[in-house]
């Protein structure tokens, strides 16, 4: 008996072995989603936080992007036309780049009257190559594709 007990034993762990070196590969790539639609929604929640800046301040802010990068920085604009940084690059998770973004200068802006100045797609990819889009329209409302 005790040898038949080692012998289940001992399939059962090469069965557990087996199931765990076919599921991490699964996980990381699923980690590697999760992170980008994290990244997504942290950049729409930006957008709409700098849209709501815009009315309070009665003042233009954009949010830059700095392509094939991964950090993006919110600005406000300035009495003389510029812009300026309202705090430190914000960076986004592991592994997360920005693909491109269409908005002219690389930079989703909005008017104190809460439209877009400038709008476009920000597309962000993960590092095993799937990508989301930040859709910003004319009316500055922030749509995740």
């Known amino acids: ?22 599921a991490l590969p699964n996980i990381a790539v699923m980690r590697s989603h999760a992170q980008l639609s994290a990244a997504a929604r942290q950049i729409a929640m930006d957008l709409s936080g700098a849209r709501a800046r815009a009315i309070a301040d ?41 693909d491109a973004c269409t908005a002219t200068a690389s930079a989703v802006g909005f008017r104190p009257q809460g439209n877009a100045s400038t709008f476009g797609t920000v597309t962000l990819r993960n590092d095993v190559g799937a990508t989301r889009r930040i859709v910003v329209d004319i009316v500055g409302r922030a749509r995740i594709e």
């Open 1 to 22: 008996m005790p040898l038949a007990a080692a012998a289940l034993l001992l399939i059962t762990l090469s069965l557990v072995g087996v199931v765990t070196a076919t």
């Open 58 to 98: 009665v003042a233009n802010h954009r949010i830059r992007f700095a392509v094939h990068g991964s950090t993006y920085q919110p600005q406000r604009q300035n009495t003389d036309g510029s812009y300026a940084d309202e705090s430190t690059a914000v960076a986004l998770p592991p592994g997360i780049t920005i």
